[in-house]
């Protein structure tokens, strides 16, 4: 069965830090693109940060730069980010989806291109 499960959300303090996972199982990770995505209530989906496989490339949205990290775990089939200096902008639902279109894009966080989707996990930063 393929699917990708998305964990490690969870509630933190303002400057705190949280890493989330993206496990995949059914297809090598490794070969998609993977990228996660953050939906905040009455917001809509925005890229956080994706890797392209072809070429480790990454991408992040403005707002995470400095921030947040994306990398592949070392547990194969893993991909993960690692959110520090959280603030309560980066509440939200964050998705984690892979890219097997395949297509050219023109970044690598271009959302139409994901075509497969994960459940998501919660993060709340809150004091």
Request: hydrophobic share 30%; with cysteine; net charge neutral.
């Amino acid at each position: 069965q393929v699917q990708v499960v998305a964990s490690g959300g969870g509630l933190v303090q303002p400057g705190g830090s949280l890493r989330l996972s993206c496990a995949a199982s059914g297809f090598t990770l490794d070969a998609y693109a993977i990228g996660w995505f953050r939906q905040a209530p009455g917001k809509a989906r925005e890229g956080v940060s994706c890797i392209r496989s072809s070429d480790g490339t990454t991408d992040y949205a403005d707002s995470v730069k400095g921030r947040f990290t994306i990398s592949r775990g070392n547990a194969k089939n893993t991909v993960h980010l690692q959110m520090n200096n959280l603030n309560p902008e980066d509440t939200a639902v964050y998705y984690c989806a892979a890219d097997f279109t395949g297509r050219d894009a023109p970044y690598v966080c271009y959302e139409g291109n994901y075509d497969f989707w994960g459940q998501g996990t919660q993060v709340t930063v809150s004091s």
